[in-house]
C-alpha cells in the first residue's frame, strides 16, 4: 500500500490515516548459495511447526509433487521441492513428501505471489503430515534449475525457523487531517516502550496472544470491526500463538496510543481461560512485565470494570479470576462457580450465583455503608491453585451524577517457578492499586498480611514493611507444608477496606 502526502490538512470534515503493523520474528528463513528466500517464503495454512532453530538439508526436486515423482528419488531427511499442480491437491502433495521421508515440502507457486493452500488433514482441522511452505515462481525455478542442474553438487539449504516468536514489535501510528511527508511510525528503542511477557499456561493448553490500540477519534478499540461491541473487550482477530516461556515485545508509546493485551488459553471444549490487561498508554523509553496466568489468581477489577454510582444507581463487571499479572482480569463464565452479593449495611441488594454483571437501582440517595463480597472456586483443570477465595469491599457511596466507587485492588508478587511454587523462605510483596481515583484521600493506608500453611484453619500475622506503596513481607514456611494461603486487609484513607483469601495461593518447593 502506498500513501501519497497531502497539501496541509482537510478543511471540510475529518480525515484519519493510521498504520497498525504486528512485526514478529522471522517465522521461516532459508538460504542457498548466498541466496535468501526471506522474503518469499509463506508457510502454508495447516502445516505442522518448522522446527524451531537452524538445520541444514538437502534439496531435491519430485515435480509436481504426485507419489510417482518420487520413485528412485532420495527425499528421506530432505527438502522436496515440488511445483504447484492443478492435477495433484496440496493433501495429496504433502501426503507424498512424508510417505519418502522428506523432512519438508516447499511448493512453487504457479501464479503471481506466494501461494495459500490448505496442507493440513483433510477434515480441515488438524495439521498435516509434513512442514509445507511456499516459494515465489522465480525464486522457485531459480531454486530448482540449481538442483537439476547436470554436474552441480548437492544443493544444500540453511533453514531458520522460529514459529512461536522471542520477540516482536506493535506499532501504531495516528494521523488526523491528513497524510504526513513521513507517515512511518518511530521504531527507535528511545521511541518505543518494552514489555517483558512471562506465559505460564496450564500444562498442555494452547495459548493464544493480542494487543490492540484504542484511538481516541474513535468510540471501541482498533479490533472494533472483526469483534463487534460489548461489555468486554473482544480480542484483535487474527489473534497470535505463543509458547511457555519468555517474549520481548516492544510497543509504540506516548503521541496518544493505548494498548490493551488479552492471552488466552484454549481447550479442546468450549472452555477457555482468557485475561487481559487494562487500557494503558506507556512513555517512550519504558520498560514493564507481564505475567500470564500463573498465580496469584484471585478477583481483580480494572478501570472499566469497578462499578459506578450513576444517580440512585450502580453496575459494573466483577471479575473473579485475575491471573499473576499486576492487573490483568478475568471474567469468563467458564471459570464457574463464581457469585457475587452487595449489602447495604446488613440488607442484601442483588446476588448473582454465576455471571459478572452487577447492576441495581433505587438506591438511597444518602451516602451510605455498602459491601460487596466475591466468591470463587478454582478449578483443577485450570490451575491447582486458589481453589477457594473470598472477597469483601467496603464503601461509602451516595448520590451522583456518574462517578468511579474507588474500590482498593490487591497485586501479589512473589518469586514463583514454571509450576507456581516458591522457595520455603521468600518475599511476598502486596501492591495496593485503588481503581476509580488517583485521589490521596482514597488511598491506601495500611495492609495487615496473615498467612497459613494448613488450607486456612490456622493464620499466622505477618510483619510487612511499606515502601513507595508496596508491603513486603518474608515468609518462612514450615518444613511439612506444601501450599501457601493468604489473607490480606487494606484499609483506605477513606474509610473503605477489602480484605481477600485466597485458600491455596501458591505452592512450595
Known sequence: MWALPTKGKVKTGSFVFTTRIRAKQTPLQITYAGRNLDDTLLVQPGSPHFRDGTSHVDAV???DGAAARYTGLSARGKAAV???SADVAPADQA????????AMLLVVNDA??????WYGAPD???????PVASLTTDE???LIKRITSAGRARTVLAVEAHPLPSYLYDLADYHQGGVPQDPSAATDPGSLARIDNDFVPPAGKTVVESREDSPSYEFYPAAYPYGGPGLTRIPAFPREPVAPGHRTDWVSAGNGVKWQQYATAQYATAEEWSTFTDIVSYQPGSVHSEHWFGPITRPRMLSFEVPHRVGDGMGGMIAGFGDGGSAHSSARRELRPHSFALYQGDTLLVRAESGYVLGVGDLAPDRLPYRLVVDTQGSADFSPYSTV???????????VDNQAVPLAQLDYETELDSAGRAKRTSTLTVTPAVVGSDSAKDAVSSVRLEVSYDDGATWRPQNVKENKGTWQAQLHAPAQAKNVSIRVTAKQRNGGSVTQTITRAFGLK
Do not use: C, L, M, Y
Open 112 to 117: 503471481d505471489g506466494r501461494g495459500n493452500d
Open 389 to 399: 477465595t473470598h472477597t469483601e469491599w467496603n464503601f461509602i457511596s451516595g448520590k
Open 82 to 84: 515440488v511445483r504447484r
Open 124 to 130: 480441515g482441522q488438524g495439521t498435516g503430515p509434513v
Open 95 to 102: 501426503a507424498a513428501a512424508r510417505a519418502a521421508g522428506a
Open 140 to 142: 522457485g525455478e531459480a
Open 61 to 63: 526436486f519430485a515435480g
